[in-house]
Each structure stands twice: as C-alpha cells, then as structure tokens.
T-cell receptor, first 113, second 114 residues
Framework: AQSVTQLGSHVSVSEGALVLLRCNYS??????LFWYVQYPNQGLQLLLK??????LVKGINGFEAEFKKSETSFHLTKPSAHMSDAAEYFC???????????FGPGTSLSVIP | DGGITQSPKYLFRKEGQNVTLSCEQN?????MYWYRQDPGQGLRLIYY???????QKGDIAEGYSVSREKKESFPLTVTSAQKNPTAFYLC?????????????FGQGTRLTVV
C-alpha cells in the first residue's frame, strides 16, 4: 500500500538559506511523486512532479527535487529561501493505475528575515 | 480560463443543518475528489468519483454525501450526522487516462458550525 511520510511538521530557515523538506514514500511499484504548495486559505498548487523521465526534477519558484529509489525519497530543495516561500508543503504519491493520490501530512515552512 | 471553482469561500452552519458545498470544473477531467483539511492533519479523502453517476467512499465518508450527475460538477453535502464539520474543504480533479498527471485544486471552502 502507498504511504507518504514527511519528516518535520514545521521547518524554519533564514532568508537566503537552503530549504530542505523531506519526503519518503512506500510503494510496491515505481510511483509518480508530486510536491504541492499551499498558501493560507487557498488550494494546493503543483510545484513539481516526478514521472520517471529524470531523477532530478525542476519546478516553479526555484524549487527542485531528486528521486532516489534506493532511499525511497523525494526531498524538496531550494538553494536560497525567500520570504514568499513561507507556506505549507505537501508531498504526494500515486501508483500506476491506482485511482487515488495519497498525501503526506505536510510541512509548514517559516522563513525568518 | 480552465480550472476548478468552489463556492462559497466561507460557509456558516447551525448545528443540525445540512449544507452543500459546490465544486465545478471545466478541465474535462473524469475524476473528482473531496478532501477535508484540519490543522496538522494534512488532507483526508472524503469521496471520489471517476465517472458520472458513480462514486466511492474515501477514508472519512461518514456524515457526508455526494452526487455526480454531470461530469463538471461534484457537490458535497455535509449532513447533520457529521459530528465535527468545522474544517477547510478542498475539491480536486484529475485525468485518469494518464496516471502521471497531477490533481488540480479549487480554492477551498471554509465551513464553520455556529
């Protein structure tokens, strides 16, 4: 069965520092993986997705994520945090031919001036 | 512009009342979903539908009902049987022909019981 864990329900970084948000998944088959961002009182917006074309995926707003099969991980990074990056981030997984997307519990990112 | 529209953005309900949350999409997606979001609990799936006139229960369906009479519309009714309905509700849609495609989300409805 699919599941997603996100280490750290809350992460704080200084403006300009590296952002690292962790995501690990469990899946019996190679999955599709997604990162979404949610700003307060809004819906979720796709940041990037892994669909097996390349292990390093670049997304919007300078974010990228690397798929590591051996570690069953899909961590999200950004070299330099900006104040506007403060939001909730969700990792999600979907198995091939499975009709549901499973979301992790989310990580709230704070950016300190 | 293609997208998903949820209405209303804010909704207040008296205890014992049923309320219906609207979700409409013009993306021509087959699948539609309802999620409930509570602080610190992420997204929990209430119901989903892959085709008109068919839907399945998610993880927390008790106290909720849905219908899918049209491909574009997937309204959610929060019934009086739902003991703690105050939450943020998100509707989403996706393609099912290509499993690699992402889900698209509406802007959410915040329901408060008064």
């Amino acid at each position: 069965a699919q599941s997603v864990t996100q280490l750290g329900s809350h992460v704080s970084v200084s403006e300009g520092a590296l952002v690292l948000l962790r995501c690990n998944y469990s899946s019996s088959v190679p999955p599709y993986l997604f990162w979404y961002v949610q700003y307060p009182n809004q819906g979720l917006q796709l940041l990037l997705k892994y669909t097996s074309a390349a292990t390093l995926v670049k997304g919007i707003n300078g974010f990228e994520a690397e798929f590591k099969k051996s570690e069953t991980s899909f961590h999200l990074t950004k070299p330099s945090a900006h104040m506007s990056d403060a939001a909730e981030y969700f990792c999600a997984v979907r198995e091939t031919s499975y009709d549901k997307v499973i979301f992790g519990p989310g990580t709230s990112l704070s950016v300190i001036p | 512009d293609g997208g998903i529209t949820q209405s209303p953005k804010y909704l207040f309900r008296k205890e014992g009342q049923n309320v219906t949350l609207s979700c409409e999409q013009n993306l021509n997606h087959d699948a539609m979903y309802w999620y409930r979001q509570d602080p610190g609990q992420g997204l929990r799936l209430i119901y989903y539908s892959q085709i008109v006139n068919d839907f399945q229960k998610g993880d927390i369906a008790e106290g909720y009902s849905v219908s899918r009479e049209k491909k574009e519309s997937f309204p959610l009714t929060v019934t009086s049987a739902q003991k703690n309905p105050t939450a943020f509700y998100l509707c989403a849609s996706s393609m099912i022909q290509d499993w690699s495609t992402e889900a698209f989300f509406g802007q959410g409805t915040r329901l408060t019981v008064v």
